[in-house]
């Protein structure tokens, strides 16, 4: 997949979509989500290498964070407050909030790594990658343990609840219960390959396989229930704390399924493209997807959260609302303020934007890259920035990659940006 090209064409999608949408930021599809315990924080992982922490009451972004050279494929968010990214490079990196560098990286496999949990304590984190393997770390020490054993990629990994067993689901179909202390695992095959995965409180495991079944295993006695068939492979499955578990589709489908009655409820409108990840975050549902976002459902209401619901738009000054450019803008505004007491986001403040030498709004912590470079913005430069993207106009950026690809779009885009930033 040629990343600028993907950027370019989602740009693209996103400028015909409503003005103000939900999560924005990534330059293309969104892989993975998880969100914080307590529901406030999220964390997305994109196709453009980055992964984004947002903030989900204010709508905005917190910081992007940039380490991994290919494809954020997996995320998760750890008790204690902690974040975590693995990449299709095969690393994870452990980062806190407010940090700009991650307080850990490992090199953990040596092919992409498709699923990460957390255990119920938080003490472990366990990844499942394309090179067949499964690794257990201990968050504190950084120690880990590698297992093997599936024939094919392993695409999803969890803890059982409590902490003692590793499930893990492949390619090969494989469903396999691996005792942490040691000793045999127990092995469930299935007649088709296992996508995404949850373990359930007694013991048992959900698996969403390629085939639209959603199973339960029980590793006592091998037996596989089938709970439901969806009409597309199963991309990605999530669980509330009622039961009920949300199941997605590469057909772009999300569904809520009550487990104590099997009862299927479609939930929000079919998405254009896969659905890479789901989270709940206390009454909502996230959703990451091909179209660039992490969208927000209201889970009792089983609808999109309408954009209106955030505070997005009063920081366009009002005389510039209508501006072609804001519409353009509105792909930047999760993570650039237009407005010096706006402070700073995950992205520099753009007041005083015109004029200003590149990587030198006070009080803003720049990459290094951006600070060994030499350009003065203007509405040409401004408008190169995003004719050719930000990978190549200013390389080494942890701005993620995005273009705008319409020359019309660019110009309202700089006429916007020299109004709303004077
Ligand atoms: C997901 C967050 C995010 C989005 C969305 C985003 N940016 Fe950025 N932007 C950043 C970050 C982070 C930096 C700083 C990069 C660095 O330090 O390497 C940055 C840097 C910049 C800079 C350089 C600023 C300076 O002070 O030198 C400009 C200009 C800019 N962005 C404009 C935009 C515009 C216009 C859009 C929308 C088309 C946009 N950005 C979308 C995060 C974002």
């Not at 902490?163 to 179909?173: A, F, K, P, V």
């Not at 009622?242 to 929000?268: E, H, K, N, Q």
Request: net charge neutral; glycine share 10%.
């Amino acid at each position: 997949m040629r990343l600028t090209l993907l950027a370019a064409a989602t740009i693209a999608a996103l400028l015909a979509a409503p003005a103000a949408a939900q999560l924005r930021g990534h330059g293309g599809p969104v892989r993975a989500v998880a969100a914080s315990p307590d529901g406030r924080l999220a964390i997305s992982g994109g196709f453009d290498s980055t992964a984004i922490l947002w903030a989900l009451a204010e709508n905005r972004a917190l910081g992007v964070l940039r380490l991994h050279d290919d494809a954020v494929t997996a995320v998760a968010a750890l008790p204690d407050g902690r974040f975590v990214t693995a990449g299709a490079d095969g690393r994870i990196a452990l980062w806190r909030l407010g940090a700009r560098a991650p307080e850990r990286v490992a090199q953990a496999h040596k092919a992409q790594i498709a699923g990460l949990a957390a255990s119920p304590d938080g003490r472990r984190l366990a990844s499942a990658s394309f090179d067949r393997s499964l690794r257990v770390e201990d968050v504190e020490s950084g120690a880990a343990q590698i297992f093997e054993g599936h024939r094919d990629v392993v695409n999803a990994v969890a803890f059982s609840a409590d902490g003692q067993t590793l499930i893990s689901g492949g390619h090969d179909g494989q469903l396999r219960f691996t005792p942490l202390a040691g000793g045999a695992p127990a092995i469930v095959q299935m007649e088709a390959p296992v996508v995404a995965l949850l373990a359930l409180a007694d013991g048992r495991a959900l698996a969403g396989r390629a085939d639209g079944a959603l199973a339960r295993i029980d590793p006592a006695s091998g037996r596989v229930d089938e709970i439901a068939r969806l009409g597309a492979p199963i991309s990605a499955l999530a669980r509330r704390p009622d039961g009920r578990v949300a199941v997605a589709g590469l057909d772009g489908t999300i569904t809520l399924v009550d487990l104590a009655s099997g009862r299927l409820t479609p939930f929000a409108a079919k998405r254009a493209g896969p659905v890479w990840g789901l989270a709940f975050a206390g009454a909502e549902l996230l959703s990451a997807g091909n179209d660039g976002f992490v969208r927000r459902y209201d889970v009792a209401a089983g609808v999109e959260i309408a954009p209106a619901a955030f505070a997005e738009t009063p920081e366009i000054p009002a005389g510039l609302r209508d501006h072609p450019g804001a519409r353009v803008f509105s792909a930047c505004i999760a993570c650039h303020a237009l407005q010096p007491e706006e402070g700073q986001r995950a992205g520099p403040s753009l007041h005083g934007l015109m004029g200003r030498r590149i990587a030198s709004a006070p009080g803003y912590a720049y990459s290094e890259a951006l600070q060994g470079l030499s350009i003065v913005w203007t509405p040409e430069t401004v408008a190169r920035l995003f004719e050719i993207g930000p990978t190549r106009y200013t390389p080494g950026t942890k701005m993620p990659e995005q273009r705008v690809v319409d020359a019309a779009d660019r110009q309202a885009l700089v006429e916007f940006l020299a109004q709303a930033t004077r």
